[in-house]
């Protein structure tokens, strides 16, 4: 029995040192990320929505956040080309009424008060101004980039439409820096 324990205090040790030792090691001695991978892991990450639900009696959509959304670190790579979403809530005759059959009992869908639609597929400029430069390129003045709280917050309804409907598209987050790929 004695030579059992000492033979087992004899391997833990071993073990313990090991470990120790290898720890103890200079990083140049450690396996690291290879610099393809870690250039990869620098690429910034921007924020996403989809088109959620159609109302082709209202002529009234619902996007907003869905499954593999990040609204804090962003969840698609600046350097994919997706569509901008553009919004135009301002000027004479808006805010729009939502329509008596939307519903806006839920504070995650609420009435943006707004018209949407979308670029064309485009990666997203650098700053803001850019990305709303786009939008009044594409629709006319007044329009810019709809931004995540302009219902109340991860979803809102609108007017509009958003070209292709399976495709996700870039949105502004206001609060969130680390979520845009423009500033």
């Given at each position: 029995m004695k030579t059992a324990i000492r033979m087992l205090i004899t391997i833990t040790t071993f073990a313990m040192l090991s470990t120790a030792a290898a720890w103890s090691q200079s990083q140049e001695g450690r396996p690291s990320v290879p610099s393809t991978q870690a250039s990869a892991l620098a690429v910034p990450k921007g924020l996403?929505?989809?088109?959620?639900?159609?109302?082709?009696?209202?002529?009234?959509?619902?996007?907003?956040?869905?499954?593999?959304?990040?609204?804090?670190?962003?969840?698609?790579?600046?350097t994919q080309a997706l569509p901008i979403l553009c919004i135009k809530k301002t000027g004479p005759g808006f805010p729009l009424q939502a329509p008596v059959s939307v519903d806006n009992s839920n504070q995650y869908h609420k009435w943006s008060g707004g018209v949407v639609g979308t670029t064309k597929a485009t990666v997203p400029p650098a700053k803001l101004s850019s990305a709303d430069a786009l939008c009044?390129?594409?629709?006319?003045?007044?329009?810019?980039?709809?931004?995540?709280?302009?219902?109340?917050?991860?979803?809102?309804?609108?007017?509009?439409?958003?070209?292709?409907?399976?495709?996700?598209?870039?949105?502004?987050?206001?609060?969130q820096p680390g979520a845009t790929c423009w500033h």
């Open positions: 996403t929505w989809k088109l959620l639900a159609t109302n082709s009696t209202t002529g009234t959509i619902d996007v907003g956040c869905a499954t593999g959304c990040d609204a804090y670190h962003g969840d698609t790579s600046c009044v390129k594409e629709f006319g003045p007044g329009w810019r980039t709809a931004e995540f709280h302009d219902g109340w917050g991860w979803h809102f309804q609108a007017f509009g439409g958003v070209g292709n409907p399976a495709q996700n598209f870039w949105i502004d987050i206001n609060d």
